[in-house]
């Protein structure tokens, strides 16, 4: 059992932001960082949680994360943005790419953001529900280092490479889905090797293509994808919506998320924004699709448990374990990270 | 084995255009329909290929598909269109929104198309390829009458909802993606039913949610999908988009795309073409990483087996099963189907 504690949101919030000034990060990208890590582990993402911290305090201290990147956003057409993260943090550059490219999509009816030269994303529903909740509907796709073998192949050349979709609906809060083309997220590996367990078989295979419980092994060889040849299709979508698109090092090139050394990760992210036409009456229809789902027998509503995740902790805050907290701690008054 | 006849794709073309004429069409939408069904069975994909015409004829001649039917181009932005099938023929509403559509992505670096009250739209490698031929990013989704059923359900909700995708890259054909997301197409099965042949375990399932091997208890149950609950949640991301975004109606209701009677199918397909920023070299980009898979041990490329098949229906033609050539000769010297 790990010992945890409990804090509120807020609280949360306020101790990582301090945790990465301490670090050396300017103030507006601590806040930036420090909402998009507690809204994940608000919502049960623990893997793109507190648990990042410390290693992003670490490439902060190193310089591989440039904390005062300073972020640009370069309107490439109508409705189109390219933003270039400075292999700064991610979330500043996805906070410019949303504030530039939501306005953009409500004309023009729909806007795509590139964002490159970037970092880890964390939790992409974190992002597609700020396009849900301006009324818009979010695609989102990113790029990490590379994880899964094309179909075929025993060598990684793709990254988990998620898509995550939200949408608004009538009378309820919107729909998110997230997904990564493993058949489970990375990060839930990379836990597993915080934490010391082992992980089921059928999530990855070790360096030689063979099925390991070892979360070390596994993190030393490839995911297994969903869908065999059909989820590594999508993945070289994604891939090259990611890379290619925006300027960014392909998942075989990146560097780690989580050392402080080594080549930046420089992955990228594309987001789109949708607005619905207003003459297809959508928000209603979704919600009516939504109620015709759940009351389906046996059928699982996809974000449901995220939904009440939330819910929870908002009411109640969070539980972290107390060896971040004391990390967290440590950074915010000015000592080293371990 | 299946009696056929060589056809080259240019007789083939004005052999199906003449049976659609035949049976009721006006001929620049028998036009549109032969060459998309023609495509279709040029890169191997025979149940959306010779195999549909018959139903297709039926169709016009009973009204179910109005083959006159005035596609309406409405821009609703900059970026966006709402395109109005009419319930006639997909296919001329499609080429009226790539019509109209990829100009507008090269001025404003996206555009979405949304095409609603369709009919079958066959390959969808067939659309997203034009959108790449033309020096841009395809993304395509449509929906399909129910037949998957979400994860935890027994009942089908979505149809199989396929994804394509396509790009341009330096020195080479563009590359085409394109997937379902049931386990295999259902037009598999639908082809197995034509032609009498079982099909393999772990396609389908029955009414029941048991496995099957009889392509008619599939028809009447649901299709496998890919990725378990990620696969079901990619589905009704599809459907949303295709469906309530393109005012169609949804895969539980739509009316089948093979019986002369019953409700319209009426449903939709979305479309988005991204023009690439030039100042990320985008397609030599993805020639490189194309390259880097190709030369992997193991691995497939997705779409080479389709080019492969369009080289070689370009250069000998297509073997046609006789039993189709004889319903096309019977319509296009207008007699009735069988």
């Keep these: 059992m790990t010992a945890v504690e409990r804090l509120s949101l807020h609280d949360a919030q306020s101790l990582i932001r301090d945790a990465l000034i301490g670090a050396g990060t300017p103030e507006p990208a601590a806040l930036s960082v420090a909402a998009a ?46 933003v270039d993260a400075g292999c700064g943090f991610a979330f500043p550059a996805l906070d410019a790419a949303l504030a530039a490219g939501l306005p953009r999509a409500q004309d023009a009816g729909i806007c795509i953001m590139a964002v490159g030269n970037s970092h880890h994303c964390g939790a992409l529903s974190v992002q597609v529900e700020k396009i849900a909740q301006a009324g818009l509907i979010g695609l989102m796709m990113a790029n990490s280092p590379r994880a899964i073998a094309p179909w075929g192949a025993a060598e990684a050349l793709y990254g988990t490479n998620p898509i995550a979709f939200a949408t608004p609906q009538a009378g309820g809060e919107p729909l998110v889905i997230d997904l990564s083309l493993s058949r489970v997220a990375r990060g839930k590996v990379m836990n597993a090797h915080k934490s010391g367990k082992s992980i ?139």
């Design 200 to 338: 089921p078989e059928g999530w990855a295979l070790d360096a030689r293509g063979n099925p390991t419980t070892d979360p070390a092994a596994a993190l030393a060889g490839t995911m297994v994808p969903i869908g065999e040849a059909k989820g590594t299709a999508l993945a070289l979508m994604v891939e090259l919506l990611t890379t290619a698109f925006t300027g960014s090092a392909f998942s075989k090139d990146a560097g780690s998320f989580f050392t402080s050394d080594g080549p930046e990760p420089r992955v990228g992210q594309t987001l789109i924004a949708i607005r619905p036409n207003g003459a297809t009456g959508y928000p209603a229809r979704v919600h009516d699709l939504l109620e015709t789902l759940a009351a389906m027998p046996g059928a699982r509503l996809p974000g449901a448990r995220r939904r009440a995740a939330i819910a929870r902790a908002r009411a109640e805050g969070i539980d972290v374990p107390v060896i971040y907290l004391e990390q967290a701690r440590a950074l915010a008054h000015g000592g080293a990270t371990a």
């Design 37 to 82: 890590l507690v809204a994940a582990q608000a919502e049960g993402q623990v893997g793109h949680g507190f648990s990042r911290l410390g290693d992003y305090a670490a490439q902060v201290q190193s310089g591989k994360i440039r904390a005062d990147a300073a972020v640009t956003v370069t309107p490439t057409g109508a409705a189109a943005l390219h």
